[in-house]
Every structure is written in structure tokens, then in C-alpha cells.
């Protein structure tokens, strides 16, 4: 009996500790919410000419393991240009293929996207912000210098700590948070 009376308070103190909040956390997070799943990423570069769009494409339906994932980049991008470029991320784990990039916008404070290119002279600047004037980075404008061959990092964080040093410049280094996509694509600017 007293083992039985020990091993249920036992339980409960587990299920408070798990799901309690930290008294030192001056916010309380919303613990209700779940990490969408992203199967589908696509960021699409649109120059301000009127040439065709370049298209930064990743998929991976079945996640970690498994199939390879699909990934492509569609041309190439042209010396000293700018570019006006769209985020988009879908579960298409779902039918009809569930919109993620509408829940990043709805949480936009919780949420940051971080663009690092191995090539000097691609610059991406943020074109939207959250309700505290913070970047978020579903929309965004890419310029390249000098012609070269390299990679972009694309990474979007859920809770980064966006009033952080370098953060809202677009710096990962101080950034936190957990990872909610990360890609690497191979970039040409031609």
C-alpha cells in the first residue's frame, strides 16, 4: 500500500516537473504547440529584370533516413543583381498539402530565417518583420557582386533569441533556438 501511495506521487511530481514552466522564465511558453512538419521548401529568386526566376527547390517526404531527399537549383544568378525572393514551406505530408509558411507569418515572433553564403558578394537583406519590427525572412532581397561558384545556407529557426547581438543583421552565431530546416544548395552567379 505506502509503495503503491509513493509510486503515484512519484508520477504526478514527474508530470508537474515535465510540464511545468520555469519559474525563471519570465515568459511562459505555449506548450500546446507542435513543430509543423516541413517536407517541401522552395525559395524563389526573382530579378528585378525581366529575366526568368532561379529556384532554390528541397524536398524530403519521408524524412531523416529513407529516400535521399530531392533538391535542385534552376539556373543561375547573373552578376550584380537583385533579386526579390519568396520563401514558401509545405507538409505535403498532408492532403491537400498543408501551408507551413502561413503559421511562420502567424508566429512570426517566434520565428527567423538565416541566409549564409560561402560567396562574399551574395548579400541577403530581410523584407518583412514580426510585430516588434524584428526580421523574419520569408520575404527577402538577394544581390550578387562578382561572378563565382559557392553555396547558400538557408536556416529557419523556431525561438531564436532575436534582440541578441547580430541577430537581426541576419548573424546565426548568437542566435539559439532550435532548428526547424536547415539546407545547403550550390549557387552559381554567372
Same mark, same amino acid.
Given at each position: ?87 514558401? !514551406? @509545405?507538409? %505535403?505530408? $498532408?492532403?491537400? #498539402?498543408?501551408? /507551413?509558411? +502561413?503559421?511562420?507569418?502567424?508566429? &512570426? ?46 536556416? !529557419? @529557426?523556431? %525561438?531564436? $533569441?532575436?534582440? #541578441?547581438?547580430? /541577430?537581426? +543583421?541576419?548573424?546565426?552565431?548568437? &542566435? ?15
Amino acid at each position: 500500500m505506502f509503495t503503491k501511495k509513493l509510486l503515484n506521487l512519484l508520477a504526478a511530481t514527474i508530470l508537474v516537473i515535465s510540464f511545468g514552466c520555469d519559474p525563471g522564465d519570465p515568459e511562459p511558453h505555449d506548450h500546446d504547440h507542435e513543430e509543423e512538419l516541413i517536407t517541401t521548401f522552395t525559395y524563389t529568386l526573382t530579378p528585378t529584370d525581366d529575366s526568368p526566376p532561379v529556384i532554390l527547390y528541397f524536398q524530403d517526404l519521408d524524412g531523416d533516413g529513407g529516400e535521399e531527399p530531392k533538391q535542385s537549383v534552376t539556373g543561375s544568378l547573373k552578376t550584380n543583381t537583385t533579386y526579390a525572393g519568396i520563401a514558401s !514551406l @509545405l507538409n %505535403e505530408d $498532408e492532403n491537400p #498539402a498543408h501551408n /507551413v509558411s +502561413e503559421e511562420v507569418k502567424e508566429e &512570426a515572433e517566434e520565428h527567423q530565417f538565416f541566409f549564409n553564403s560561402s560567396l562574399s558578394d551574395v548579400e541577403v537583406t530581410y523584407n518583412d518583420a514580426d510585430e516588434n519590427g524584428n526580421p523574419l525572412g520569408l520575404e527577402t532581397l538577394l544581390k550578387t557582386g562578382v561572378a563565382g561558384a559557392g553555396t547558400i545556407t538557408i536556416t !529557419l @529557426l523556431h %525561438e531564436p $533569441e532575436k534582440t #541578441a547581438s547580430g /541577430v537581426k +543583421e541576419g548573424s546565426i552565431d548568437n &542566435a539559439g533556438g532550435s532548428t526547424d530546416l536547415q539546407v545547403t544548395f550550390n549557387i552559381v552567379v554567372e
